[in-house]
């Protein structure tokens, strides 16, 4: 399979990001090159006329509304589903809140059809101006010492495997898609891309980046007014536990034992994060009150999702 006769999909997921949504696309259809592929925008629940916009300005881009924010992972699988029933041999998914360099896609797609071990990749991330890398992305490679020793000795690999690629830009293999099962919509937002790289790890790929694809992320996505309107950090804390129960690399008791032991006390005196104070504790005990009563359909899910990884294990 060459770059030509991949069928690619895009899949940005916007909420409330009009303001970001024009330069997102120009910059795909300035960067389209030798790569041909299809754009759909999952519109989450917008209030800003981010779909009229769309309407408007790109037609040549497909349009799903949800109707209500599905959070990052359900707003997402509406879009994976769609492509997937449109025979996508991969999916790209994309943050509003970017902008694509060069021939980026081409460089992805290249060594996905040459290596399929690999069910994940992703773009080089920089920030909004290409210039520096994103604080996040770099905090992420360095999980791969690799990369900064070959950068002194200017002799950069074709990719470079990691633990998880940042949701902002990531690429799906329809095949280990279709065998592992998409996003965890109970995560909503945060962790959800960390899951599902475990999951895909797990059954035997190899998650990586390719540092001549390269995309800008402003990483502001989450403004101060729309702060108001997402419990960020009520999510953080409630899913970085759910994380850690539905590790499906041991069992699912040693997973409980781990929470109550450590996560959940941990997690209420706010030791990870800075020192408790009344709203934040009421809110760190309130988060941990949600995961208890939700424990049955955490456990549920993995199981469900362990079954899957058991039955489409790779082995070579």
């Known amino acids: 399979m060459n770059n030509n006769s991949s069928n690619v999909w895009i899949v940005i997921l916007a909420w409330n990001g009009k303001k970001w949504l024009d330069a997102c696309l120009q910059s795909l259809a300035q960067c389209r090159r030798d790569m041909a592929y299809k754009i759909l925008i999952v519109d989450n629940g917008s209030t800003d006329d981010s779909a009229d916009f769309v309407r408007e300005n790109h037609p040549e881009v497909t349009l799903i509304q949800t109707g209500k924010n599905l959070g990052f992972a359900g707003g997402n699988n509406i879009g994976i589903a769609h492509a997937l029933q449109n025979n996508a041999d991969y999916i790209l998914l994309l943050n509003q809140d970017t902008v694509v360099f060069g021939a980026w896609m081409d460089h992805l797609i290249e060594f996905a059809d040459a290596s399929p071990h690999l069910g994940i990749l992703g773009p080089f991330q920089y920030d909004y101006s290409g210039q520096t890398f994103d604080r996040v992305f770099q905090n992420q490679l360095t999980a791969n010492t690799t990369y900064f020793e070959d950068a002194k000795q200017n002799k950069i690999a074709p990719y470079y495997t990691i633990p998880h690629v940042i949701g902002a830009a990531m690429?799906?293999?329809?095949?280990?898609?279709?065998?592992?099962?998409?996003?965890?919509?109970?995560?909503?937002?945060?962790f959800e891309e960390k899951d599902l790289c475990r999951r895909t790890i797990a059954a035997g790929y190899d998650i990586a980046v390719v540092p001549t694809s390269k995309i800008g992320h402003y990483h502001g996505q989450l403004h101060a007014e729309e702060l108001k309107v997402t419990d960020v950090d009520g999510y953080f804390l409630r899913n970085r536990q759910v994380f850690i129960l539905k590790d499906p690399?041991?069992?699912?008791?040693?997973?409980?034992?781990?929470?109550?032991?450590?996560?959940?006390?941990?997690?209420?005196?706010?030791?990870?994060?800075?020192p408790a104070t009344p709203p934040s504790l009421c809110k760190a005990i309130w988060t941990q009150i949600q995961i208890v009563v939700n424990l049955p359909r955490i456990f549920l899910r993995r199981f469900w999702e362990c079954r899957r990884i058991a039955q489409h294990k790779r082995t070579g």
Do not use: C, M, V, W
């Open 249 to 274: 690399t041991q069992p699912f008791l040693k997973n409980l034992y781990i929470y109550f032991r450590y996560g959940l006390p941990n997690s209420i005196l706010r030791k990870y994060d800075t």
């Open 171 to 190: 690429l799906l293999r329809r095949e280990a898609i279709e065998a592992l099962g998409t996003f965890d919509p109970y995560y909503f937002l945060y």
